[in-house]
């Protein structure tokens, strides 16, 4: 086993750093990893906001759900899917793009390369010694987020990277079992196999939850995912979407 397997294996979030700033060499360090990721034909279509201003900072804080590792770390890295550049990109060229651009195909290809991106932003973050975390939670009230990093039409501010050098590191949750999610050939929808793998994924989070509680907690993955799939959160992200210009055909 490598250092770069073992760091990606090593991964765990972080939600409290020490004060120390990341400095400028380790910044570019991570964005330039993440400009490396791989790219559907070459269209690169995300824009990486560092955020320096304290208040902003403690503004996306709030947003985020109150999450204060949002404003106190060592810097937060917003990544956007951005088609702005190429609406540009139609102009200089005298060619329409709005078709092509507002599809659901160049929608997918957006998300995907900025998960892309961030991915290797936060295995290179980590590499260095830092601790990471992702916050969905920007996506509570997106017009906001928006507004604060003045943000034009076709961009979409789709999550944040915190990053900075941990106060402590947790335990790792486990993961599920490789062959609940690895299949070969096939997919295995057989579905009396699946509730299978799932018990046996239930003992495994309990048993977590318990040692790592002393007791006090008892949760299962499925009850877990019952919860959250069926509370309606961010309904409101088709018609802010295709607002945006992402995803109208």
């Known amino acids: 086993m490598n250092q770069v397997i073992e760091t990606i294996l090593a991964h765990r979030s972080v939600r409290q750093f020490t ?37 902003v900072k403690r503004k996306l804080a709030e947003i985020a759900g109150n999450q204060s590792y949002v404003a106190n770390n060592g810097y937060l890295f917003v990544f956007c899917a951005d088609f702005y550049r190429h609406e540009v990109i139609g102009e200089m060229e005298e060619a329409e793009l709005s078709s092509t651009l507002e599809s659901t195909e ?36 997106l017009e906001e987020v928006c507004q604060l990093l003045e943000t034009p039409q076709r961009v979409i501010p789709l999550f944040a990277l915190v990053v900075g050098y941990p106060v402590k590191l947790n335990e790792q949750k486990p993961r599920l079992p490789l062959h609940h999610v690895f299949k070969e050939n096939k997919y295995e929808a057989n579905q009396e196999k699946i509730r299978n793998d799932l018990h046996e994924y239930n003992d495994i989070i309990h048993q977590y939850y318990h ?13 877990q995912m019952a919860k959250t799939l069926g509370n309606k959160v961010r309904m409101y992200m088709n018609d802010f979407v295709k607002g945006k210009g992402f995803n109208k055909q």
């Open 211 to 223: 040692e790592r509680t002393a007791g006090k907690r008892g949760d299962t993955w499925t009850n």
């Open 106 to 141: 160049k929608f997918m290809v957006a998300l995907i390369d900025t998960a892309l991106a961030a991915q290797n932003a936060a295995i290179a973050a980590e590499s260095l010694g830092l601790g990471i975390c992702y916050i969905g939670g920007l996506r509570n009230h």
């Open 19 to 55: 004060e120390e700033a990341l400095t400028t060499e380790q910044i570019e360090l991570i964005v330039r990893s993440a400009q490396a990721a791989s790219t559907s034909s070459f269209i690169q279509p995300y824009t990486i906001i560092g955020v320096t201003d304290y208040e």
